[in-house]
């Protein structure tokens, strides 16, 4: 059923309304069924199959994102986190049994996973359509109510994501609340049981300090410098294909991009030359120029561009070197895929996410110059080592701290149902991606049965007997 597609734009007083509807709902959420839930999501998967289109055609209006990046980032990543929520969420509801311990003799225990109520859902205008439902599909499968409010950034999508949600849910189950960032802070007011948070880390420590008024659960998904490593084993071909590609996806607005390239000194000068001629052959393989190129996006908003046109212009006034690209056009929103050599700790490329198609290189001599200089900034979102030799894998990954690490591959995690995606630190908290996900809108609730027998003589009084039997305790369990 098609609904009228219009934008409503809810008081604080009708916020309130909605999240006291589905704080009533929730209790009966909670408990229902694994197959009525199923019904829900095979709803939202028939639903994107069958508006794809209408995705691709959102996001570009958006951001002029290519229909095949679309395709990969928003609906593939959708559909197939559906599919396996399907195969797998009856195994998830049922109880998880856990072995007994000797001091729980006679008892049987398990795990059960039980919805944590009502959520929040606050998604960015990168990847609006996928970083907005996916975390809902987690939701719907652990029983949770939910409110999503999208990036104010991305009209298309947003009305992409209100009309997909009026045709499945009623408001009481899921509702989609827009608006700027007094709409977010009115909705942070509310005491919900749990926000999903995706976006930088700044905004993320607001969502923490507001919640925490509540003390109410959290999953941040952030960003941060993410590092590629590239040593002197490493095939420059296939890996500078790899970063070129991670790096320049979506116009390089991925919280998982590659953010800076650390290169062995020996393999610096190649890495240059290939990154450079892999850029034209996937942008510009006519010879025609990059900025013509239907599979290249564009920049969200002016203020962001000029924000990466200062970090550019920062770092050459600082001694980077051009390698490729440079080219802004405020009008167009369009910066060529851009490679500067030489960066320095002191440049401002160096001291906050790029969040946009520039990379900064650096060479190094050792692999343990290289962790030093990525112990030196925050905790990454994630960690790509590119090399052939296992023992410098192994140090680098014995020797970092990520929310992923990927060798030899870029960006799968993201796309990997059985890995946790998720950051540390100022990259944030809790994980997403099928059973993960699952549980993190869920409380894992430890319930304990006894069977047989008793613990009554660790009671009290307590005799001489019940010490000794409490010292053979300590030794021994």
């Known amino acids: ?80 986190e559906i599919r396996y929520h399907l195969r797998h969420l009856s195994r998830w509801m049922a109880p998880h049994r856990v072995p007994t311990p000797l001091l729980a003799i006679g008892t049987r225990s398990y795990v059960r996973f039980e919805a944590k109520g009502t959520s929040l859902i606050m998604s960015p205008w990168n990847y609006p359509v996928s970083l907005a439902i996916k975390p809902l599909i987690a939701a719907v499968s652990a029983g949770c109510t939910a409110i999503i409010k999208p990036s104010e950034f991305t009209p298309g999508a947003s009305a992409f994501i209100r009309n997909f949600v009026r045709n499945i849910f009623t408001p009481e189950e899921v509702a989609v609340v827009e608006g700027d960032k007094e709409v977010a802070a009115e909705l942070l007011e509310l005491p919900f049981d749990h926000v999903f948070f995706t976006g930088s880390p700044a905004v993320g420590k607001v969502v923490m300090r507001a919640a925490a008024e509540h003390l109410t659960s959290v999953s941040l ?46 393999v610096h000068a190649a890495f240059l030359s290939e990154i450079k001629s892999t850029l034209r052959k996937m942008y510009a393989p006519a010879g025609n120029s990059i900025r013509q190129s239907p599979d290249y996006a564009r920049i969200i908003s002016t203020s962001h561009f000029e924000r990466l046109r200062l970090l550019y212009q920062d770092a050459l006034d600082k001694g980077a070197e051009l390698v490729s690209g440079g080219s802004f056009d405020r009008q167009d929103l369009y910066l060529e ?17 790029i969040f946009g198609p520039i990379l900064p290189v650096i060479s190094f001599g050792s692999v343990e110059e290289a962790v030093k200089k990525i112990s030196e ?82 009671y009290p ?13 300590q030794k021994y369990i």
């Open 1 to 80: 059923m098609n609904r009228e597609d219009t934008v409503e734009r809810m008081s604080k007083s009708d916020i309130a309304a909605l999240f006291r509807k589905q704080k009533e709902l929730a209790p009966r959420l909670a408990a229902s069924t694994c197959r009525e839930r199923r019904k829900k999501l095979t709803c939202m998967l028939d639903y994107l199959t069958r508006h794809a289109a209408a995705i691709e055609q959102a996001v570009y209006s958006d951001m002029k994102k290519p229909a095949a990046e679309a395709k990969l980032s928003e609906v593939i990543t959708l559909t197939s």
């Open 337 to 353: 895929p851009t490679v500067i050599d030489k960066a320095t700790p002191e440049m401002s490329v160096m001291q906050e996410e």
């Open 461 to 473: 009084p307590y005799s001489p007997v019940k010490s000794r039997i409490l010292e053979w305790m």
């Open 377 to 458: 900034l925050e905790k990454p979102l994630a960690l790509y080592i590119h090399s052939r030799s296992s023992s410098n894998t192994d140090y680098i990954l014995a020797h970092t701290t990520s929310g992923n690490a990927l060798v030899n591959e870029v960006l799968l995690q993201f796309q990997h149902p059985e890995i946790p995606f998720g950051g540390i630190g100022n990259s944030g908290m809790g994980k997403a991606n099928g059973f993960f996900g699952f549980q993190e809108f869920s409380n894992a609730r430890g319930v304990i049965k006894r069977k047989f027998g008793t613990i009554k003589f660790l």
């Open 221 to 266: 998904e952030l960003g941060g410098k993410s590092p590629s490593v590239i040593d002197e084993t490493a095939d420059i071909p296939a890996t500078a294909q790899k970063i070129a590609w991670a790096k320049f996806l979506n116009n390089g607005q991925t919280c998982i991009a590659p953010d800076y390239v650390l290169v062995h000194e020996k």
